[in-house]
């Protein structure tokens, strides 16, 4: 399973009301191709702060907020996973979408084959946590990550292949911010 | 009402989200904090990661504030400059004026070029006047809102209150 294959696996599993937020580069813009949607908040920079503005929606929102991390983002904020672990918001779920590299800028090897992710969110306090990587499972891995108790964290291997890269996602980030925080006054 | 003025002052402008990092300029404005209800307080692990979930808690619709010392700028920049500057999001960050030259060593070379590194990325600031919490938080959150971007008070010491 690709990441783009992921990606596209998981946006259907979640309710409209649910709010995403995709982390920058390619899992922003294949998040975008694969099935685009009002309440998802699209990254384009700031690396290693998918969690951390998943938790300052989650703190101030009643709706499930849904993280799409990757594991070289997740690795350069740690800190992220420490504040979500030590704050608790039940309605934060965490998927990182485990490549083993850094396929945007070329696929150099991060070091999420040495350190266990999940074991980390775990010692960080998130309810629930679990590492899938095995592709024959990811789909229960995913039903029973959204059926944990939150925050819960799950770090889903997928093949470091290149995808088919998509586009970047066809807003000005103004216009993004703009369209969720629209989104979520209704 | 919670244990700091310049708080309440920011509360009155109707900030209802708070994440940052102690800094002991700052101890008053943080004994507030302690006050607050445990879903408008975010106790951060270092200022990139305050400000990031102030975007977020931004993106939600609810007007978020950022406080640090001001050695975090340099943490902050990168997530001041590929979020909140590109998105537009306002952001009012209480941040302490640290690095006179009777100040320790740590604190000189951030502190002293603070407010150079601010103008550099067009971040408005002004310094906070004792006593003048009011007018201070008045003008950091319309600073903040009108351009829709970060913009600093400036906390020296005997400021805090």
Excluded at chain 2, 89 to 101: A, H, I
Aim: aromatic share 6%; net charge negative.
């Amino acid at each position: 399973m690709t990441r783009a294959e992921a990606v596209a696996r998981v946006l259907p599993l979640l309710a409209d009301e649910d709010i995403v937020v995709a982390a920058d580069g390619a899992i922003s813009r294949e998040a975008y191709r694969a099935m685009d949607r009002p309440r998802t908040f699209y990254m384009v920079g700031s690396m290693g702060q998918v969690a951390s503005i998943a938790l300052g929606l989650a703190m101030t929102r009643m709706e499930r907020v849904v993280a799409l991390d990757g594991d070289g983002n997740l690795l350069m904020g740690l800190g992220g996973l420490a504040l979500v672990g030590g704050m608790r918001p039940p309605n934060l779920y965490h998927l990182v979408l485990d490549n083993g590299c850094y396929a945007t800028t070329g696929g150099q090897p991060a070091l999420s084959r040495e350190v266990d992710l999940a074991a980390v969110a775990a010692g960080a306090g998130y309810a629930w946590a679990r590492r899938c990587f095995s592709a024959e499972h990811a789909g229960e891995a995913l039903d029973a990550w959204l059926a944990a108790p939150g925050p819960a964290f799950l770090d889903l291997a997928v093949d470091a292949s290149a995808d088919d890269p998509a586009p970047r996602v066809p807003m000005t980030p103004e216009e993004m911010a703009d369209r969720l925080r629209a989104a979520l006054a209704t | 009402m919670t244990a700091s003025r310049r708080l309440d002052a920011l509360l009155a402008e109707g900030v209802g989200f708070v994440a940052g990092v102690p800094c002991s300029y700052l101890k008053t404005f943080f004994a507030g904090c302690a006050g607050l209800p445990e879903s408008a307080f975010l106790p951060a692990v270092r200022e990139d990661h305050a400000v990031a979930a102030c975007a977020g808690a931004w993106l939600g619709g609810t007007r978020a504030a950022a406080v640090m010392q001001n050695s975090g700028l340099g943490y902050c920049l990168e997530v001041l400059a590929s979020l909140h500057l590109i998105y537009g999001m306002p952001l009012p960050m209480v941040v302490s004026d640290r690095g006179d030259p009777n100040d320790f060593e740590e604190h000189r070379v951030l502190g002293q070029r603070a407010r150079s590194l601010l103008d550099l990325f067009d971040i408005p600031w002004a310094e906070a006047r004792p006593g003048a919490e009011a007018a201070d938080a008045g003008w950091l959150v319309a600073a903040a809102e009108k351009a829709r971007r970060p913009a600093v008070l400036l906390i020296g010491k005997g400021a805090d209150s």
